[in-house]
């Protein structure tokens, strides 16, 4: 018999629940830096559905279900609230609570974190559960940025040249050019990686990337303006897919340096993630000023989305050099459908509100079960 979580509520035959998983199974940081996302998602602008909440806690990488996700977390802190009424379970058990007791027509997924944005995308799809967002399978080439690298310079979009190394192996170093940019493979936020102007800084900052990333890549710094485009799908009633580009955003970084943790996110003192940076100021590229590079870049954006068979949506990092030519740095499958997710600035600079953007999201995934 599957366990019972008390606060859930069946939902009747003519009810659809949409359950959103959010924490980590990896690490606090992680936990709290979802938390601050997903808790930006409104959920009154959808009473279409009920809105149920799986959290899993990083400690022992158990579940537990609310409708609300105040009962469990405090949403501005990051920190469970104690409480022994609430029942925690384990994977097996959680799969029967979602499978069950919930039933959802629906999940979203609001895991940052490498296990929560590639194993529980996995676990959906073998309980044969829609989500929002690309596969397991394509999210696990987004986030390993050797995998994404390789397979986009295979397709012909243009990388910054450089070269892949691997732990506790003897490269050479006689072809880097410096500056170069020293990143792990797997982390986000720029986590580990360091610009470095001379050989000299070159070993630290390839040891500082092996501690979180068992590879590392060591790429030509691009001096010049660093953008992002999204690209979204639309699903109609027929099944065709449409691709939209959105407007490219420009981060005001300095032309010679790169973007740096400090630059994306507030840490409190106890090094937990606690809110956006506001040290980068953004905007949007003007069509009228700028109509060449506006189109390069939405043009290369979509070939990036094509190329690595995304679905949804997809935000596209992208350097451009002096001479107008752009480079793709990373791709990024992330977004909470609320008021602080990257992409819902992108589409309302379209002219889309977070919660068209959302039941387009919706749409899309309830037309390909046609």
């Not at 279900?65 to 925690?88: A, P």
């Not at 990257?342 to 953007?357: D, P, Q, R």
Request: glycine share 4%; proline share 6%; aromatic share 8%.
């Amino acid at each position: 018999m599957a366990p019972c979580c008390q606060d859930l509520n069946k939902p009747s035959s003519d009810e659809q629940s949409i359950l959103h998983i959010v924490g980590s199974p990896t690490d606090e940081f992680s936990f709290c830096l979802n938390l601050f996302y997903a808790s930006s998602f409104d959920v009154k602008a959808h009473p279409q559905f009920q809105h149920k909440w799986a959290i899993v806690r990083p400690e022992d990488k158990k579940w537990t279900f609310t409708q609300d996700l105040t009962n469990v977390v405090q949403t501005d802190t990051g920190k469970l609230i104690k409480n022994s009424e609430v029942e925690w379970f384990n994977l097996p058990n959680a799969m029967a609570v979602i499978s069950t007791e919930i039933r959802p027509v629906l999940v979203v997924p609001h895991l940052f974190c490498l296990d929560g944005t590639t194993k529980f995308r996995s676990l959906m799809e073998l309980m044969d559960i829609p989500f929002i967002g690309s596969s397991s399978q394509r999210t696990v080439l987004a986030t390993n940025k050797t995998m994404t690298r390789s397979m986009m310079i295979e397709c012909g979009i243009p990388c910054p040249p450089g070269k892949i190394i691997f732990k506790d192996t003897i490269f050479n170093t006689d072809d880097i050019e410096y500056p170069c940019v020293v990143k792990p493979t797997t982390t986000e936020n720029s986590v580990g990686m360091s610009l470095v102007k001379s050989p000299e800084g070159l070993d630290l900052a390839v040891k500082t990337a092996f501690t979180h990333s068992s590879n590392v890549i060591i790429d030509k710094f691009i001096a010049g303006r660093e953008l992002r485009c999204s690209v979204v799908e639309v699903v109609d009633q027929s099944g065709n897919v449409e691709l939209i580009p959105m407007a490219p955003q420009e981060y005001h970084v300095s032309k010679v340096d790169i973007r740096k943790f400090d630059d994306k996110l507030v840490i409190d003192k106890n090094g937990l993630p606690v809110g956006k940076a506001p040290s980068t100021k953004t905007s949007f590229i003007c069509e009228e000023k700028e109509p060449v590079l506006y189109e390069k870049i939405q043009k290369l954006a979509l070939k990036v989305h094509r190329c690595l068979q995304f679905k949804d949506f997809s935000m596209i990092d992208i350097r451009v050099d002096s001479e107008g030519n752009p480079f793709v740095l990373e791709v990024n499958l992330f977004c909470s459908f609320g008021a602080q997710s990257v992409l819902s600035a992108h589409t309302e600079k379209f002219g889309w509100t977070n919660e068209k953007l959302f039941q387009t999201m919706v749409d899309n995934n309830f037309r390909r079960l046609l």
